[in-house]
């Protein structure tokens, strides 16, 4: 048994310490942070190498050249019979590691929909980081479930949507999709008389799932892991601009799942909400929108108009990790009907507290990182304000981008009211060869796509740190790679 004032030393220390690894020589006999130096020393050696990656942004190729990613070679060693040195493996980590790293975190990064990480957020990940808690509810972990709290109360102020509703802070909007469809069936399934848990799906009511025809690929994945089937989908026409078309919405009833969304992925714009939600809420649909970064329009005043009648629905996604620009992997699901989410994804257990509102019950993890508190921290420092102004000038520098581009003599495929710009590619050649080269020139990152058949390539602009600056850096670059 241990001595009540010595701690526990880990298996793997004891093993290294037998076996003379100089990282544990000193190793903790007690539980005083004073006797912990080799430990201390090897946080404060990844501390050291982390900042040094920190400082090095904006100056750091944004996407790793060929060398650095044949250096990846070196992790592909045989697991080694006898434990290595805690100090040479993250000595590893960083040589060969760091200098491959994407630099997302960079000003100069347009790719997908992510934004860079907040000072704060990350700095309050890294406090969490050492807390380690299972944040599964307030009895296990009551420091990250007062602080998920708040951060959920202030994520629906921001947002502007129902003060009740629930908020689960998941690990992004695949898995907020993926409770929320799940949450939609079960209550769906419940109005028509059908207990799920108890009879499962066999000889259920059929129900049916409307989603946008320009829907996010991750819905779709969402919807197929429930167990949906292309035959139980149908797909909603939309325009030019990728928004459902309200006089060609597919027939809605009670048995129907609808799956509406603010922010294409290509084009930024979001479906007409004030048109179709009250139509779908009357019929008895289970009404959801996956905002994944389009939502965070709600907040800013100058732009809320793009996002009208959103909150009549009866679920929605956002991501964190995207325009607000925390850490990943960080997103929320939010439902409207709190205790119906609570029903869906609850795993209270005998040895644990009966806890409707905790994390735990409204996400997919039973044992969880309290992914709030970089959602706290970032929404405490920025403020309401700073959130508006976030969204406000991210919107600003892809306009900026957009009418430079056009001048530059590119051809932009949409209306950018948001912060996505999608410029014509010609050919998908074309479209590779752009973005391979500004991948390669270390000066920016974007990616090629497709859009209504067009080759195209996408600049999304959700860094915090991009300036103006950046942005004309981008034309000229793109405007060299064109005339190479
Ligand atoms: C509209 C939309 N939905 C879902 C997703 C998936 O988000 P995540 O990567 O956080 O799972 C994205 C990602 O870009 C998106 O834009």
């Not at 697991?79 to 493996?89: D, N, Q, V, Y």
């Not at 959103?310 to 939010?334: C, F, Q, R």
Request: with cysteine; hydrophobic share 45%.
């Amino acid at each position: 048994m241990l001595a009540a004032s010595r701690s526990y030393i880990p298996p793997d220390v004891v093993k290294a310490q037998q076996l003379g690894d100089p990282t544990y020589m000193n190793s903790p006999t007690t539980a005083s942070s004073a006797e912990l130096p080799a430990e201390l020393d090897l946080y404060a050696d990844a501390d050291r190498r982390a900042l040094t990656f920190a400082t090095g942004i904006g100056s750091r190729p944004v996407f790793p050249d060929v060398a650095a990613r044949n250096g990846l070679a070196r992790f592909n060693e045989p697991i080694p019979l006898r434990g290595k040195s805690a100090m040479e493996t993250i000595e590893l980590l960083d040589a060969a590691g760091s200098p491959a790293a994407v630099a997302f975190n960079d000003p100069r990064y347009y790719g997908y929909v992510v934004g860079a990480t907040l000072p704060a957020a990350a700095a309050a990940e890294r406090i969490a980081l050492a807390w380690d808690q299972a944040a599964s509810d307030s009895s296990a972990a009551p420091a990250p479930a007062a602080i998920e709290a708040v951060a959920a109360r202030w994520c629906l102020e921001v947002l502007d949507l129902p003060r009740t509703a629930g908020v689960g802070f998941t690990t992004g909007a695949s898995t907020s999709n993926l409770i929320a469809f799940a949450t939609a069936r079960r209550v769906l399934l419940e109005r028509l008389g059908w207990n799920l848990d108890l009879r499962g799906l066999r000889n259920s009511p059929q129900l049916r799932v409307v989603v946008s025809d320009a829907h996010h690929v991750t819905v779709g994945k969402a919807l197929r892991i429930l167990g949906f089937g292309a035959d139980d989908i149908v797909r909603a026409p939309v325009d030019e601009h990728g928004r459902i078309r309200p006089e060609l919405l597919p027939p809605i009833d009670a048995q129907t799942l609808l799956v509406l969304q603010a922010g294409e992925v290509h084009t930024g714009e979001s479906d007409p909400f004030t048109e179709i939600l009250p139509l779908a809420s009357d019929a008895g649909a289970w009404t959801h929108v996956d905002g994944a970064f389009g939502l965070w329009a709600r907040a800013s005043d100058n732009h809320r108009h793009l996002v009208a009648g959103i909150e009549a629905a009866d679920s929605w996604t956002v991501d964190a990790h995207k325009w607000l620009n925390t850490p990943y992997d960080n997103g929320m699901v939010i439902c409207r009907d709190v205790a119906a989410l609570g029903r869906a994804m609850t795993s209270d257990a005998d040895y644990t507290t009966q806890s409707a509102g905790a994390q735990r019950n409204l996400t997919l993890e039973f044992s969880r990182r309290a992914r709030g508190i970089a959602v706290w921290a970032a929404l405490r420092t920025l403020g309401r304000d700073g959130v508006a102004d976030l969204v406000d000038s991210r919107i600003a520098l892809a306009q900026r981008a957009a009418e430079g581009l056009t001048r530059a003599g590119f051809n932009v495929l949409n209306r950018v009211y948001l912060n996505q710009v999608l410029l014509d590619a010609s050919t998908a050649e074309n479209a590779r060869r752009i973005s391979t080269a500004v991948q390669d020139s270390g000066r920016a990152w974007l990616g090629p796509s497709t859009w209504r058949g067009k080759p195209a390539i996408r600049v999304s602009v959700t860094s915090w740190r991009t300036t103006e600056r950046h942005i004309d850096e981008l034309i000229t670059l793109l405007a060299e790679i064109r005339d190479a």
